[in-house]
């Protein structure tokens, strides 16, 4: 009965010293994330900043995104997940020697993988009501891409914020005095690149820092990470006592085994006389018939196998022309080589919007609300009035002609369009940005003028404001 009792006090202690080891050693690691990997240490001061970043507007823009619902909160939580894929690739920097050029894109494709799904899910959704918030989204999500970007990374961030803008004032224009909710929206998403901005010029200035010491970063690091997952939770309680080993029977054979390797270093030129000696007709570079029953050795710095990722290694995508009327809104899509495309029977509330349409021209009839080109090539636009405003976004050689009248033309990110005024619409409006060969055509005593779009300009300070004005280019 004492033994039993003794027993049960040891017992009894060895659980108390147990717990007190753990208590102690779970506030020594606290709840901050300063473990990556299995590895306690702190973060780089850059991945911190980071993650005061992805706490702060990344958060804030999360919040306002799930107020609206719908598409823009599906888009909202891939914004998420492609910030989490930039901070496990800092994390990455953080630790690891830059690797080769062809090496870090394999290392980026997390990123860029994200990217095209937020792409993707915009064009799955043309039809959405929430379209203006999806584009802004998409046009400006590659701004993540600065990580590959140098020695000017904050600049192309700034490029990418201002096509979000181009969009985001779209939606200020449809809800700034009737739902708040939106406006809100559009300062917390576009904050999201000011910071951007700010934390590159902080600490990434002229490109991405990476560490002097560690090992060279590869995939195996990489998965190693993304793996490891974001720190979101106290570190897990510390392992059990290690199992108990037989250490000197351990150390004896490590002990003889550097012993043998050593002996055998230390016999100096009486190594090599283990080696068997070849013959020269047992040599390749001596036997041709050696080297005939060799395969070729491929180079090293071709590869015969397309990159999974590469654009020619898969096929165009083939889509069914569409002209119909969807609703209120004339869908004209993937037309080739078609010259007789006509709208009739139009209405005052519809739009017409037309996407991918390459070497083909359209004829709108009657008067229509708006119109929308998208990501056309030598395309050509006829159409008698329209109310609202006829954009020309992504796209390449259009024409348009306008037969009535038209308050405003936008052209945005494109090359080459030209516009033949009526002279009932000569007081048309014409906004331009980050475009290239524009030229409006006025009609005079019978025949028209070309009159080209400035694409340059210069800009002062006169003492209160800056003042903008097209430059003139001196031959």
């Known amino acids: 009965m004492a033994e039993s009792h003794g027993l049960v006090e040891r017992l009894e202690r060895a659980v108390m010293r147990l717990e007190s080891l753990f208590s102690g050693s779970h506030r020594s690691g ?7 990997n299995g590895v306690s240490g702190r973060l780089a001061p850059y991945v911190e900043a980071f993650d005061r970043l992805l706490n702060g507007s990344v958060a804030e823009f999360l919040r306002f995104s799930k107020i609206l619902e719908g598409d823009v909160k599906t888009h909202a939580e891939m914004v998420r ?5 930039q901070r496990s690739f800092l994390v990455l920097a953080s630790q690891c020697q830059e690797p080769q050029e062809n090496e870090v ?3 980026l494709k997390p990123i860029s993988e994200k990217i095209q799904e937020i792409q993707n899910f915009r064009e799955r959704n043309r039809g959405s009501k929430m379209f203006n918030h999806l584009s802004a989204v998409s046009e400006s999500i590659p701004a993540l891409g600065w990580i590959a970007v140098s020695p000017k990374p904050g600049p192309y961030v700034k490029e990418m914020n201002d096509a979000a803008t181009f969009y985001t004032n779209r939606v200020l224009k449809d809800y700034k005095h009737s739902d708040e909710r939106h406006v809100d929206w559009v300062k917390s998403y576009l904050n999201i690149w000011s910071e951007l901005q700010a934390y590159i010029k902080e600490h990434h200035t002229t490109g991405l820092t990476w560490s002097k010491t560690g090992p060279v970063a590869s995939p195996m690091s990489m998965r190693s990470i993304l793996t490891s997952g974001p720190c979101l939770s106290p570190p897990p309680p510390p392992p059990g006592p290690p199992p108990i080993f037989d250490t000197e029977t351990t ?8 012993s043998a390797l050593f002996a055998q270093l230390n016999q100096g030129e009486a190594i090599t ?9 047992q040599k390749t570079h001596k036997n041709p018939s050696l080297r005939a029953q060799c395969p070729p050795i491929p180079s090293p710095t071709k590869s015969h196998t397309p990159s999974p990722t590469s654009p020619k290694s898969s096929p165009q995508q083939s889509h069914a022309p569409v002209l119909e009327l969807e609703g209120k809104k004339w869908k004209v899509e993937y037309q080739e080589d078609k010259n007789d495309l006509v709208i009739i029977n139009t209405e005052l509330k519809q739009v017409a919007y037309i996407f991918s349409c390459n070497k083909s021209t359209l004829q709108i009839k009657g008067k229509i609300n708006s119109i929308t080109i998208d990501n056309c090539k030598k395309f050509g636009l006829v159409f008698d009035n329209v109310v609202g405003i006829v954009e020309v976004i992504n796209s390449r050689d259009i024409q348009i ?16 369009c030209h516009i033949y005024l009526s002279e009932e619409s000569l007081d048309c409006e014409i906004v331009s940005a980050k475009s290239s060969e524009m030229n409006i055509l006025i009609p005079q005593d019978g025949d028209y003028k070309e009159f080209p779009v400035p694409e340059q300009f210069k800009t002062a300070w006169d003492g209160s404001k800056l003042v903008t004005e097209p430059a003139e280019i001196v031959g």
């Open 251 to 258: 150390k004896d054979e490590g002990t003889a085994s550097r």
């Open 273 to 281: 006389k283990g080696l068997r000696h070849v013959s020269d007709d």
């Open 105 to 107: 894109a394999t290392l």
């Open 81 to 85: 997940a492609a910030f989490q894929a």
């Open 30 to 36: 606290g709840v901050e994330c300063d473990a990556v």
């Open 401 to 416: 002609q306008v037969m009535g009248k038209v308050p405003t033309i936008s052209i945005n990110k494109t090359e080459g």
